[in-house]
C-alpha cells in the first residue's frame, strides 16, 4: 500500500470501528464498569458493576499493550510476559505487515507511537483483522498502561433491569 492508501484504509477502518464500539456499548453492555477481571489462560474478561455483580463476559484475544508515560505500543504477540499460548492467538496480526507493507505490525518489542488516537487505531485495524466485535481498554494503574482485548464474542449479558 502506499501511504494514501494506507491512510485510507486506516479511515474506513476507524469509521467502522466506531459503529462496532457504539454496538458494543448500546447492545451488548459494555461501558464503564466498576472492575474489569481477565483470565488470559482462557482468553475471558468479565465486567462487573458497582456492587461487584458481572454484567458481562466476553471471549477476547489480546492485541497489544499501551504504555502513556512512553507513548510506546508493545504487540501481545511478541510480549514475552504473555504465556507463549495465549501470544499464539494474536499472532495473525503479523499478516498485517504483508497487507499494508508496514513493518511496525511485525516489530516485536516495544516501539513508539503517536499518542493513545495511534493505540486506538492499531486496536481497530487488529479487531478488523480478526474479525472480532470490537476492543476492551483494560487500564492498568501501576505501571500505567493500557491493554487492547479484541473482543471476538459476548457470551453474557445481565441489564441493570434484572
Known amino acids: 500500500m502506499t501511504e494514501d492508501e494506507f491512510n485510507a484504509f486506516v ?79 494474536g499472532r495473525e496480526l503479523k499478516e498485517l505487515a504483508a497487507i499494508t507493507g508496514k513493518k511496525l505490525f511485525e516489530a516485536d518489542g516495544s516501539f513508539p507511537i503517536g499518542g493513545e488516537p495511534m493505540a486506538w487505531e492499531l486496536a481497530a485495524l487488529s479487531v478488523r483483522h480478526l474479525r472480532g466485535l470490537g476492543v476492551y481498554k483494560a487500564v492498568s494503574p501501576s505501571p500505567s498502561t493500557a491493554q487492547f482485548l479484541a473482543v471476538t464474542r459476548v457470551t453474557q449479558v445481565v441489564r441493570a433491569d434484572h
Open 11 to 89: 479511515n474506513l477502518t476507524m469509521e467502522a470501528f466506531r459503529v462496532m464500539q457504539e454496538d458494543l456499548q448500546a447492545k451488548r453492555g459494555f461501558g464503564v464498569h466498576a472492575r474489569w477481571a481477565l483470565d488470559p489462560d482462557a482468553g475471558k474478561l468479565e465486567l462487573f458493576d458497582q456492587a461487584g455483580r458481572l454484567v458481562v463476559a466476553a471471549d477476547v484475544i489480546d492485541i497489544g499493550t499501551y504504555t502513556p508515560d512512553s507513548n510506546t505500543w508493545k504487540w501481545a504477540w511478541a510480549n514475552k510476559a504473555v504465556p507463549a499460548e495465549i501470544r499464539a492467538r
